[in-house]
């Protein structure tokens, strides 16, 4: 049992700080979304995608998870309903989001 717990020891790997993320500028995204080719359906959905992501800080789960009936108009604004699980998966919390003009923009041509 000693030789167990010497090699467990041995293989712990010590956790480094984490590294910061690169972040991109307005040019850097937008030079990315004008190269995804839009002249079928998939590069429209690809781009609406992209967008969401870019402009409203959504990570992809919770892009791939919106539903149409999860855009919202209040007055002239448009609002996405975004849902998050807690951590046992049980409880479910839903908050809106001002969606931004590009990205509404994407998401209506894809439709």
């Not at 995204?29 to 992501?53: E, F, K």
């Not at 149409?68 to 409880?91: A, C, H, M, V």
């Not at 989001?97 to 439709?111: H, K, N, Q």
Request: proline letters at 5%.
């Amino acid at each position: 049992m000693s030789q167990d717990r010497e090699k467990l020891s041995r293989t712990k790997r010590t956790l480094k700080p984490a590294e910061p993320r690169p972040k991109l500028d307005q040019a850097e995204v937008l030079r990315i979304l004008q190269a995804i080719d839009c002249s079928d359906v998939s590069g429209a959905q690809t781009r609406a995608l992209a967008s969401l992501m870019f402009f409203n800080h959504l990570r992809l789960g919770d892009a791939l998870g919106l539903m149409f009936r999860d855009l919202i108009w209040e007055g002239s604004n448009p609002y996405l309903l975004i849902s998050k699980r807690g951590i046992t998966g049980q409880r479910e919390d839903r908050f809106a989001l001002t969606c931004f003009p590009e990205a509404l923009r994407a998401l209506l041509i894809s439709a």
